[in-house]
Protein backbone atom coordinates (compact mmCIF):
# COMPACT_ATOMS: atom_id res chain seq x y z
CA UNK A 1 0.00 0.00 0.00
CA UNK A 2 2.74 2.46 0.94
CA UNK A 3 4.47 2.01 -2.97
CA UNK A 4 0.62 2.30 -4.31
CA UNK A 5 -0.19 5.70 -2.13
CA UNK A 6 3.43 7.32 -3.35
CA UNK A 7 2.47 6.32 -7.01
CA UNK A 8 -0.72 8.72 -6.09
CA UNK A 9 0.91 11.40 -4.65
CA UNK A 10 3.79 11.28 -7.79
CA UNK A 11 0.75 11.83 -9.72
CA UNK A 12 -0.22 14.56 -7.79
CA UNK A 13 2.75 16.48 -8.01
CA UNK A 14 3.20 15.90 -11.85
CA UNK A 15 -0.19 17.13 -12.34
CA UNK A 16 -0.26 20.57 -10.29
CA UNK A 17 -0.05 22.81 -13.63
CA UNK A 18 -3.39 21.21 -14.78
CA UNK A 19 -6.79 22.56 -14.55
CA UNK A 20 -8.01 21.49 -11.34
CA UNK A 21 -11.07 19.72 -12.85
CA UNK A 22 -8.59 18.13 -15.49
CA UNK A 23 -6.92 17.44 -12.53
CA UNK A 24 -9.75 16.13 -10.69
CA UNK A 25 -10.65 13.55 -13.10
CA UNK A 26 -6.66 12.62 -13.48
CA UNK A 27 -6.17 11.60 -9.84
CA UNK A 28 -9.94 9.93 -9.92
CA UNK A 29 -8.81 7.88 -12.90
CA UNK A 30 -4.90 7.05 -11.13
CA UNK A 31 -6.86 6.28 -7.67
CA UNK A 32 -8.67 3.12 -9.74
CA UNK A 33 -6.09 2.57 -11.63
CA UNK A 34 -3.06 2.12 -8.91
CA UNK A 35 -5.91 1.03 -6.22
CA UNK A 36 -4.04 2.91 -3.92
CA UNK A 37 -5.86 1.10 -0.74
CA UNK A 38 -7.64 -1.82 -2.29
CA UNK A 39 -10.04 -1.77 0.84
CA UNK A 40 -11.27 1.68 0.70
CA UNK A 41 -11.91 2.75 -2.85
CA UNK A 42 -14.60 5.16 -1.61
CA UNK A 43 -11.41 7.11 -0.56
CA UNK A 44 -10.15 8.56 -3.75
CA UNK A 45 -12.68 10.80 -4.83
CA UNK A 46 -13.31 12.39 -1.31
CA UNK A 47 -9.62 12.88 -1.11
CA UNK A 48 -9.71 14.30 -4.39
CA UNK A 49 -12.97 16.68 -3.56
CA UNK A 50 -10.58 17.96 -0.31
CA UNK A 51 -8.12 18.82 -2.98
CA UNK A 52 -10.77 20.45 -4.94
CA UNK A 53 -12.60 22.26 -1.94
CA UNK A 54 -8.01 23.13 -1.18
CA UNK A 55 -7.71 25.02 -4.61
CA UNK A 56 -10.45 27.42 -4.49
CA UNK A 57 -12.81 25.56 -6.90
CA UNK A 58 -15.57 24.01 -4.22
CA UNK A 59 -15.37 26.03 -1.33
CA UNK A 60 -18.49 25.37 0.94
CA UNK A 61 -19.08 21.51 0.03
CA UNK A 62 -17.22 18.31 -1.57
CA UNK A 63 -18.17 17.88 -4.90
CA UNK A 64 -20.53 14.05 -5.28
CA UNK A 65 -18.35 12.15 -7.52
CA UNK A 66 -20.67 8.91 -7.46
CA UNK A 67 -24.11 10.93 -8.07
CA UNK A 68 -22.88 12.00 -11.54
CA UNK A 69 -21.49 8.80 -12.18
CA UNK A 70 -24.13 6.71 -11.64
CA UNK A 71 -25.16 8.46 -14.76
CA UNK A 72 -22.20 7.40 -16.81
CA UNK A 73 -22.70 4.04 -18.05
CA UNK A 74 -20.12 1.64 -16.50
CA UNK A 75 -18.62 0.92 -19.82
CA UNK A 76 -17.08 4.06 -20.78
CA UNK A 77 -15.75 4.70 -16.80
CA UNK A 78 -14.22 1.17 -16.67
CA UNK A 79 -13.07 2.08 -20.71
CA UNK A 80 -9.35 0.73 -21.47
CA UNK A 81 -8.75 3.90 -23.70
CA UNK A 82 -7.31 6.04 -20.67
CA UNK A 83 -8.71 9.37 -22.84
CA UNK A 84 -12.50 7.90 -22.78
CA UNK A 85 -12.66 7.04 -19.11
CA UNK A 86 -11.22 10.81 -18.49
CA UNK A 87 -14.06 11.93 -20.57
CA UNK A 88 -16.73 10.08 -18.49
CA UNK A 89 -15.34 11.60 -15.28
CA UNK A 90 -15.70 14.85 -16.49
CA UNK A 91 -19.05 14.00 -17.97
CA UNK A 92 -19.99 12.58 -14.47
CA UNK A 93 -18.65 16.18 -13.14
CA UNK A 94 -21.48 17.67 -15.61
CA UNK A 95 -23.89 15.49 -14.51
CA UNK A 96 -23.32 15.73 -10.92
CA UNK A 97 -23.63 19.65 -11.17
CA UNK A 98 -26.94 19.28 -13.65
CA UNK A 99 -28.56 17.25 -10.49
CA UNK A 100 -27.44 19.96 -8.07
CA UNK A 101 -29.22 22.13 -10.18
CA UNK A 102 -32.12 20.07 -10.56
CA UNK A 103 -31.91 19.46 -6.43
CA UNK A 104 -31.95 22.90 -5.78
CA UNK A 105 -34.96 24.03 -8.09
CA UNK A 106 -36.94 21.37 -6.65
CA UNK A 107 -35.79 22.70 -2.98
CA UNK A 108 -36.70 26.68 -4.69
CA UNK A 109 -40.03 25.06 -5.68
CA UNK A 110 -40.98 23.17 -2.28
CA UNK A 111 -40.50 26.91 -0.71
CA UNK A 112 -42.67 28.32 -2.12
CA UNK A 113 -45.16 26.35 -1.94
CA UNK A 114 -44.49 25.94 1.84
CA UNK A 115 -44.57 29.75 1.90
CA UNK A 116 -48.10 30.08 0.64
CA UNK A 117 -49.43 28.63 4.00
CA UNK A 118 -47.94 31.49 5.65
CA UNK A 119 -50.77 33.76 4.07
CA UNK A 120 -52.99 35.34 6.89
CA UNK A 121 -50.76 34.76 9.82
CA UNK A 122 -49.09 36.24 12.88
CA UNK A 123 -46.10 38.30 12.61
CA UNK A 124 -44.83 36.10 15.72
CA UNK A 125 -45.61 33.16 13.78
CA UNK A 126 -43.16 30.29 13.81
CA UNK A 127 -44.02 28.84 10.60
CA UNK A 128 -41.28 30.95 8.82
CA UNK A 129 -38.47 29.44 10.91
CA UNK A 130 -39.98 26.16 10.58
CA UNK A 131 -39.95 26.51 6.57
CA UNK A 132 -36.41 27.52 6.97
CA UNK A 133 -35.29 24.60 9.24
CA UNK A 134 -37.06 22.03 7.35
CA UNK A 135 -35.00 23.17 4.25
CA UNK A 136 -31.83 22.89 5.91
CA UNK A 137 -32.75 19.55 7.09
CA UNK A 138 -33.68 16.66 5.21
CA UNK A 139 -34.94 14.77 7.99
CA UNK A 140 -36.95 16.17 11.05
CA UNK A 141 -38.30 14.80 14.31
CA UNK A 142 -40.74 17.09 16.28
CA UNK A 143 -38.25 17.12 19.64
CA UNK A 144 -35.61 18.38 16.83
CA UNK A 145 -37.84 21.08 15.55
CA UNK A 146 -38.87 21.58 19.47
CA UNK A 147 -34.81 22.78 20.56
CA UNK A 148 -34.74 24.66 17.68
CA UNK A 149 -37.41 26.63 17.52
CA UNK A 150 -37.70 26.43 21.53
CA UNK A 151 -41.49 25.74 21.32
CA UNK A 152 -43.56 22.59 23.13
CA UNK A 153 -43.70 19.28 21.74
CA UNK A 154 -46.82 19.93 21.19
CA UNK A 155 -46.41 23.43 19.91
CA UNK A 156 -43.63 21.13 17.22
CA UNK A 157 -45.93 19.20 16.00
CA UNK A 158 -48.85 21.39 15.37
CA UNK A 159 -46.51 23.67 13.23
CA UNK A 160 -45.13 20.11 11.70
CA UNK A 161 -48.73 19.46 10.72
CA UNK A 162 -49.69 23.12 9.85
CA UNK A 163 -46.73 23.05 6.68
CA UNK A 164 -48.78 19.25 5.64
CA UNK A 165 -44.86 17.99 6.26
CA UNK A 166 -44.36 14.05 7.86
CA UNK A 167 -42.54 14.12 10.68
CA UNK A 168 -39.58 11.15 11.03
CA UNK A 169 -41.38 8.87 13.37
CA UNK A 170 -44.48 9.14 10.87
CA UNK A 171 -47.06 11.56 13.20
Request: hydrophobic share 45%; aromatic share 4%.
Amino acid sequence: EDERLSGWQQVITESQQLPPVLRASILIDAWGEIEVLQHASWLGPLLVSALLRKEGLAAHHLPSWSVGAKQIPRERRRAFDRTVRLVAYLDAIGAAAFMGLKEHDRLIQAQSQMERKLKGKRSSSRLPELIAFSLSRPLITAPLVERELKVSLQGALNLVSELGLREVTGR
